[in-house]
């Protein structure tokens, strides 16, 4: 059973940092992009970024670029999304989901989701 | 970035009714198009993809249709437990974006 457990939201001051971490079984991790997606409280969901099976390419919502960026360790079966200078919009619930696109499935799909951890930026 | 806009944006129907949701792209994306349930609380699911096919696991009662840039999602019996927000998602080219979403309210 594909099960992705994401951890390392909280409470956290404009401009502050955080470290969400995907924690991936049930299937062959290194074999499949991952991404980020994130849900403002009471709004729809936004795409934050991918990241390939390598970690040889990344892509970023234009709002996050330089600020965010994401990872992974294959060894430890791990996604991360490293978030610094942190704003009052980026207040949401951080998805983690598996893309199965290119290389494993002839289409593109977010087709597992974690359930969410909640990070909340504000003084 | 391609737009990706839903209608409506929220709709009541009742038990047993037929429902359709909208969705339209800014410009063409081929069929890189997917459906997604959510429920309150929970994380989103998918539905289809490809713009017409079911994920494994979904019932048949939901169907999609389009390419290009008009799509739509329907479910043929509306039954209880399908009662939730319903988003769009393109994935032609980055960034990929979400519909605004459709809410389905019991009348």
């Known amino acids: 059973e594909v099960q992705l457990v994401e951890s390392g939201g909280g409470l956290v001051q404009p401009g502050g940092s955080l470290r969400l971490s995907c924690a991936a079984s049930g299937f062959t991790f290194s074999n499949y992009w991952m991404s980020w997606v994130r849900q403002a409280p009471g709004k729809g969901l936004e795409w934050v970024a991918n990241?390939?099976?390598?970690?040889?390419?990344?892509y970023y919502v234009d709002s996050v670029k330089g600020r965010f960026t994401i990872s992974r360790d294959n060894a430890k079966n791990s996604l991360y999304l490293q978030m610094n200078s942190l704003r009052a919009e980026d207040t949401a619930v951080y998805y983690c989901?598996?893309?199965?696109?290119?290389?494993?499935?002839?289409?593109?799909?977010?087709?597992?989701w974690g359930q969410g951890t909640l990070v909340t930026v504000s003084s | 970035d391609i737009q990706m806009t839903q209608s409506p944006s929220s709709l009541s129907a009742s038990v047993g009714d037929r429902v359709t949701i909208t969705c339209r792209a800014s410009?063409?994306?081929?069929?890189?198009l997917a459906w997604f349930q959510q429920k309150p609380g929970k994380a989103p699911k998918s539905l289809i993809y490809a713009a017409s096919s079911l994920q494994s696991g979904v019932p048949s009662k939901f169907s999609g249709s389009g390419s290009g840039t008009d799509f739509t999602l329907t479910i043929s019996s509306l039954q209880a437990e399908d009662f939730a927000t319903y988003y769009c998602?393109?994935?032609?080219?980055?960034?990929?974006?979400f519909g605004g979403g459709t809410k389905v309210e019991i009348k």
């Open positions: 410009q063409d994306i081929s069929n890189f």
């Open positions: 990241i390939k099976q390598d970690g040889s390419e990344k």
């Open positions: 989901a598996r893309y199965c696109t290119n290389g494993v499935c002839s289409y593109r799909l977010f087709d597992y």
């Open positions: 998602q393109q994935s032609n080219s980055y960034p990929i974006t």
